[in-house]
């Protein structure tokens, strides 16, 4: 499957069933932090519900709609970064993220949606790529700063 490394000992893969239980882990383990920006927390309340997410995202690469790509940092899972959906009559892309506490501070968010950004306009030919983050995150908005984002 897909791979790219962004950082020294960081490399985003497109997720996969087999990584459920790892991407669940960090869900469940970092309940309370992602909750503040992540809606669909409550709702992952068992690694099926995982699974569930990562066959969603594997249709969602399939038909050409968006993809879903774990963060792992040193052989661990960091986060996910992703395009939630294409819209390409109009050439344009959502991008979304999240990290785990632990693996924050690093670059590693600027990095991995730099990457996902570039591919969205070098590789796909868009004409516009959109960062969704929650109005209070400023740590999420400061990476879209970094990034150039308005």
Request: a neutral charge; charged letters at 25%; proline letters at 3%.
């Amino acid at each position: 499957m897909f791979s790219a490394a962004i950082q020294p000992g960081v490399e985003l893969r497109l997720v996969e069933e087999r990584h459920a239980p790892a991407i669940f882990a960090v869900v469940n383990r970092e309940r309370e932090h992602l909750r503040r920006w992540m809606p669909w927390v409550d709702a992952t309340q068992t690694e099926d519900d995982t699974l569930a997410f990562i066959r969603r995202s594997l249709e969602q690469f399939a038909s050409n709609g968006g993809f879903s790509a774990g963060i792992w940092a040193d052989g661990s899972f960091a986060g996910v970064v992703g395009i939630h959906r294409f819209d390409w009559l109009n050439r344009k892309a959502d991008i979304g993220y999240w990290l785990a506490p632990e693996f924050q501070g690093r670059g590693i968010a600027t990095a991995a949606a730099r990457a996902v950004a570039d591919h969205a306009l070098v590789e796909l030919e868009l004409n516009r790529v959109e960062i969704i983050c929650a109005v209070g995150n400023t740590r999420s908005g400061a990476v879209a700063k970094r990034l150039g984002f308005t």
